[in-house]
């Protein structure tokens, strides 16, 4: 994904001008998102100004900071063993961001700061994933009758035994806003992902979502699955 800047005169939004006359976007967004280069706009995208006008863009924290990684891991490499090869700003963007290791952390900021980072990190992210959650619901409300709605809103709030017979309190829904839970092919537990997609090899193949009867009101019950997850894995809605 690019990082947009518009251009007013000559003069890239953000990079060339600090402050701007919004008269002079000609109803444009300052910062945009978007897989290629649109009219009226630059690509400004690396580590700095994802971390300095992501977030303008209307895209949410997980999005951005996905970014970030994908560009640290870039220069960085998968193993860190280039992280000298990022400027200081962005390695201290890296630490802050939690797209670095404990090691690489370490060199930025204490470990008190890091515990601020962190709680700032969790809380940015929960609020992603139950915003992210909320649009699913209610794309799924939208699509589905009212029954077969309240059938999957009830499925991923029960508790749930793993075949050890275990018994959680904790929700497929609740575990994936507040503890980041997605799904067994991302190498969690359990997940919220397995249940929509009814993944093969999990308690859910048969019991998932995409395993159901349900007729959508609109498209099909694969389509309405993929949005679901574009939604709640990549922050698109």
Same mark, same amino acid.
């Given at each position: 994904?690019?990082?947009?800047?518009?251009? $007013?005169?000559?003069?890239?939004?953000?990079?060339?001008?600090?402050?701007?006359?919004?008269?002079?976007?000609?109803?444009?967004?300052?910062? $945009?998102?978007?897989?290629?280069?649109?009219?009226?706009?630059?690509?400004?995208?690396?580590?700095?100004?994802?971390?300095?006008?992501?977030?303008?863009?209307?895209?949410?924290?997980?999005?951005?900071?996905?970014?970030?990684?994908?560009?640290?891991? =870039?220069?960085?490499?998968?193993?860190?063993?280039?992280?000298? !090869?990022?400027?200081?700003?962005?390695? $201290?963007?890296?630490? *802050?961001?939690?797209?670095?290791?404990?090691?690489?952390?370490?060199?930025? %900021?204490?470990?008190?700061?890091? %515990?601020?980072?962190?709680?700032?990190?969790?809380?940015?992210?929960?609020?992603?994933?139950?915003?992210?959650?909320?649009?699913?619901?209610?794309?799924?409300?939208?699509?589905?009758?009212?029954?077969?709605?309240?059938?999957?809103?009830?499925?991923?709030? *029960?508790?749930?035994?793993?075949?050890?017979?275990?018994?959680?309190?904790? !929700?497929? =829904? !609740?575990?994936?806003?507040?503890?980041?839970?997605?799904?067994?092919?991302?190498?969690?537990?359990?997940?919220?992902?397995?249940?929509?997609? =009814?993944?093969?090899?999990?308690?859910?193949?048969?019991?998932?979502?995409?395993?159901?009867?349900?007729?959508?009101?609109?498209?099909?019950?694969?389509?309405?699955?993929?949005?679901?997850?574009?939604?709640?894995?990549?922050? !698109?809605?």
């Amino acid at each position: 994904m690019k990082l947009l800047a518009y251009i $007013i005169n000559g003069d890239i939004v953000g990079v060339d001008l600090e402050k701007w006359d919004d008269d002079l976007l000609s109803g444009n967004k300052p910062f $945009i998102c978007s897989e290629s280069v649109e009219s009226g706009y630059v690509d400004i995208s690396n580590i700095v100004n994802w971390s300095k006008f992501g977030i303008n863009t209307g895209r949410d924290y997980k999005f951005v900071r996905n970014e970030i990684k994908i560009l640290v891991i =870039a220069i960085a490499g998968v193993d860190f063993t280039n992280w000298n !090869n990022l400027t200081e700003n962005e390695k $201290i963007i890296a630490s *802050e961001y939690f797209c670095a290791p404990y090691s690489c952390r370490i060199l930025m %900021h204490t470990l008190q700061e890091q %515990h601020v980072f962190a709680k700032i990190f969790n809380d940015s992210a929960t609020q992603s994933r139950k915003d992210r959650f909320d649009h699913a619901i209610s794309i799924i409300r939208t699509k589905l009758t009212w029954d077969d709605t309240q059938e999957v809103v009830d499925e991923m709030m *029960e508790q749930y035994e793993k075949p050890t017979t275990r018994k959680f309190n904790r !929700n497929l =829904a !609740n575990n994936y806003i507040y503890y980041g839970r997605e799904g067994t092919v991302e190498g969690d537990p359990l997940g919220l992902f397995d249940y929509i997609e =009814a993944r093969v090899g999990t308690y859910y193949e048969t019991l998932g979502l995409a395993a159901k009867g349900y007729i959508p009101e609109t498209g099909t019950l694969a389509e309405l699955v993929t949005e679901i997850m574009d939604i709640l894995k990549n922050g !698109n809605y």
